[in-house]
């Protein structure tokens, strides 16, 4: 069991940054593949990166070179460094832990980002 409460949501002008953070606790963080996911108005929730346990990091083709996802297991904490913002980023934006072994997967609440001019 592990709860994820995400933050650093906001309004942000197309081009800018925002940084994301993800804080999980409740479990071992170091059991669980990390990714953060994101859910438009009117379409579905789709991957937008993750980070496993060992290291793999991976990018949806529409956020590569602009996003940097990374991990501190010391602080039990995920991030996603967001650059060059689009419009098309607009979405709320969810953590998610996959545990090891069991597949189980937990979410948090979400935070909202806006790229609005």
């Known amino acids: 069991q592990v709860q994820l409460v995400e933050s650093g949501g906001g309004l942000v002008q197309p081009g800018g940054s925002l940084r994301l953070s993800c804080a999980a606790s409740g479990s071992a963080f170091s059991t669980y593949d990390m990714g953060w996911y994101r859910q438009a108005p009117g379409k579905q929730r789709e991957l937008v990166a993750y980070f496993t346990i060992t290291g793999i990091t991976n990018y949806a083709d529409s956020v590569k070179g602009r996003f940097t996802i990374s991990r501190d297991n010391a602080k039990n904490m995920l991030y996603l460094q967001m650059n060059s913002l689009e419009l098309e980023d607009t979405a709320v934006y969810y953590c998610?832990?996959?545990?090891?072994?069991?597949?189980?997967?937990?979410w948090g609440q979400g935070t909202q980002v806006t790229v609005s001019s």
């Open positions: 998610c832990a996959r545990r090891r072994g069991s597949g189980d997967s937990y």
